[in-house]
């Protein structure tokens, strides 16, 4: 099947009578050119990430997908209907059109600097009606770019962090087909090889009162430890599908956390009544020791510790989206 590139859809259109005006816009950002390519394929986050706008997708596969976007313009409800498919090597290009007004967006990715990427993404506006065109131009780009700035300001946050895991030394799998970002159960976190595990840590239970305490960095070690009057329960403060923080989805609902960019739910590693005190269990990369006046979290050995991977537990492996 054919995947033209905007400027070959460009040259069709210009030939059926159509005339064309474009403008640009390009940012920076301080990760991979992978992080942000995955950021646009993966069709899940919009849903959680982006809340001015809702998407209903109508199919997708490994190499595009359409959608009806329904977003709120001066107030009103407004559904545009796009699709979007892998036109080249890290470009992607997106159609949308009205009665007499065509938008063709194309978007490309490439590493400028060690973490740092360049996208840029070049507007084209096409009418058969150069007078309409002249005249419609100045709001379709700023309304454009209004709506550009509120996707990205929303997703900066996924790919800082991906550049901050990075950092450490973490890596992730290759940007995946389209479709298959659905598949949220799924684990593309690489922790660092060889990386040390964290100290021996002792919390004081002298006074259980409820409340949320961080145990390590955030990252494939690092623990959310809820404390409730009965009981405590142990979460993991990294999502080891895409590097998301869970550090501000600590309160549990239903006994489960959910992950801020893709929904995925977390079950506590474990959960331990102080009733059942003195008690040792292991979690992937822990044993858990619980007396009556202190947690002694301890890093497994690597010959203990089961694969980086699985130090997260998930549940169904397919999300559904409207």
């Given at each position: ?19 064309f ?5 390009v ?9 942000v390519e ?24 490994a ?11 001066f107030?009103f ?15 992607l290009t ?6 007499l007004?065509?938008?063709l ?27 309409l ?10 309304t ?29 799998t290759?940007?995946?087909?389209i479709?298959?970002?659905l598949?949220?159960s ?18 004081d239970?002298?006074?259980?009162e ?14 959310q ?5 009965d ?8 999502c ?34 102080y009733a ?6 292991c ?7 619980l ?6 979290i301890?890093?497994?050995?690597a ?20």
């Amino acid at each position: 099947m054919r995947r033209p590139t905007q400027a070959q859809l460009v040259g069709t259109l210009q030939g059926c009578g159509y005339a064309f005006r474009a403008f640009q816009s390009v940012v920076e950002d301080p990760c991979r050119a992978d992080d942000v390519e995955w950021n646009y394929k993966d069709i899940v986050h919009p849903h959680f990430v982006h809340a001015h706008m809702t998407r209903c997708y109508s199919f997708a596969d490994a190499e595009g997908y359409s959608c009806i976007d329904v977003q709120r313009l001066f107030g009103f409800p407004i559904a545009q209907s796009v699709s979007t498919w892998v036109s080249g090597p890290k470009r992607l290009t997106t159609q949308t059109a009205s009665a007499l007004l065509i938008i063709l967006i194309e978007v490309v990715f490439e590493d400028v600097g060690e973490l740092r990427a360049r996208t840029t993404t070049t507007y084209q506006i096409g009418s058969p009606s150069r007078v309409l065109l002249a005249a419609a131009f100045p709001v379709l780009r700023w309304t454009l770019k209004r709506n550009w700035d509120k996707f990205y300001r929303d997703d900066l946050r996924l790919r800082v962090r991906r550049g901050e895991l990075r950092q450490q030394g973490f890596d992730f799998t290759p940007p995946l087909g389209i479709a298959s970002t659905l598949k949220i159960s799924d684990n593309h976190v690489v922790p660092p090889a060889g990386a040390g595990a964290p100290e021996v840590t002792r919390l004081d239970l002298a006074h259980r009162e409820v409340r949320v305490v961080q145990v390590g960095p955030s990252d494939h070690h690092g623990l959310q430890v809820v404390l409730q009057p009965d009981r405590l329960e142990i979460y993991p403060r990294l999502c080891p599908h895409e590097g998301a923080c869970l550090d501000t989805v600590h309160a549990p609902l239903n006994a489960h956390i959910q992950c801020p960019w893709h929904g995925r739910k977390f079950a506590p590693i474990v959960s331990l009544r102080y009733a059942e005190a003195p008690i040792s269990v292991c979690g992937p990369l822990h044993r858990f020791t619980l007396t009556e006046s202190e947690l002694r979290i301890e890093p497994l050995s690597a010959a203990d510790a089961t694969a980086a991977a699985d130090w997260a537990s998930s549940p169904a492996p397919l999300l559904t989206l409207p």
